[in-house]
């Protein structure tokens, strides 16, 4: 089984502020650990993801995110927040060696404030 | 944009009848999942398909079923529709089977009254 738990429903920063999302998983197995952010009324863009290799992981957009083990953490930040970050942004956990099916996390919303 | 199209754009169905929703995939892209993102919630991983094949299926019932054609197209279709199922679907297409990127439409909008 796996599982994603997103801390805090609602982030909210000033533009050029540091953006700290966290993302903690639980599987059973290695996890392939995922990022997406979703802008409204539209799908879902991967912004970055980790599967194997360095643990730092950097995506679009001057989005990083790095994956602990032994915090079962995949946080994501961004040094320097830009009003267009502002959007729904989604972590995914699936299995490695399993069916692959990613379980999504219930979102953060960032808000940024001029 | 990420060459994933669906249709309709929203659509508004009255319980109990049926509806069937349409994805594009991209070209070569031979794997196919369907979400359901109820507003304020992550999405919910319906079935994936693999070369036309189901090889995946989340906590839906049977009501839910899908089909994947060899063009790269793919269907969803919920009969007996219930006011619960009114949320956004979400059509993601990769080109293996392990979705380490999968590439998502920009959804239907489905509203059961």
């Known amino acids: 089984a796996q599982s994603v738990t997103q801390l805090g429903s609602h982030v909210s920063v000033s533009e050029g502020a540091l953006v700290l999302l966290r993302c903690n998983y639980s599987s059973s197995v290695p996890p392939y650990l995922f990022w997406y952010v979703q802008y409204p009324n539209q799908g879902l863009q991967l912004l970055l993801k980790?599967?194997?290799?360095?643990?730092l992981v950097k995506g679009i957009n001057g989005f990083e995110a790095e994956f602990k083990k032994s915090e079962t953490s995949f946080h994501l930040t961004k040094p320097s927040a830009h009003m267009s970050d502002a959007a729904e942004y989604f972590c995914?956990?699936?299995?490695?060696?399993?069916?692959?099916?990613?379980?999504f996390g219930r979102g953060t919303s960032l808000i940024v404030h001029p | 944009e990420t060459g994933v199209t669906q249709s309709p754009t929203h659509l508004i169905k009255t319980r109990g009848q049926q509806v069937t929703l349409r994805c594009s995939s991209q070209?070569?892209?031979?794997?196919v999942s369907w979400y359901q993102q109820a507003l304020g919630q992550g999405p919910q991983f319906i079935f994936q398909?693999?070369?036309?094949?189901?090889?995946g299926r989340g906590n839906f019932p049977p009501r839910f079923s899908g089909l994947q054609f060899p063009n790269y197209s793919s269907e969803l279709n919920v009969n007996a529709l219930e006011l619960d199922d009114s949320a956004l679907y979400l059509c993601?297409?990769?080109?293996?089977?392990?979705?380490?990127?999968?590439?998502f439409g920009q959804g239907t909008r489905l509203t059961v009254v």
């Open positions: 398909y693999y070369r036309e094949e189901e090889n």
């Open positions: 980790y599967t194997t290799g360095a643990t």
């Open positions: 070209s070569g892209h031979n794997t």
């Open positions: 995914a956990v699936s299995a490695s060696g399993g069916s692959y099916i990613p379980t």
């Open positions: 993601a297409s990769s080109s293996d089977r392990v979705n380490t990127e999968a590439f």
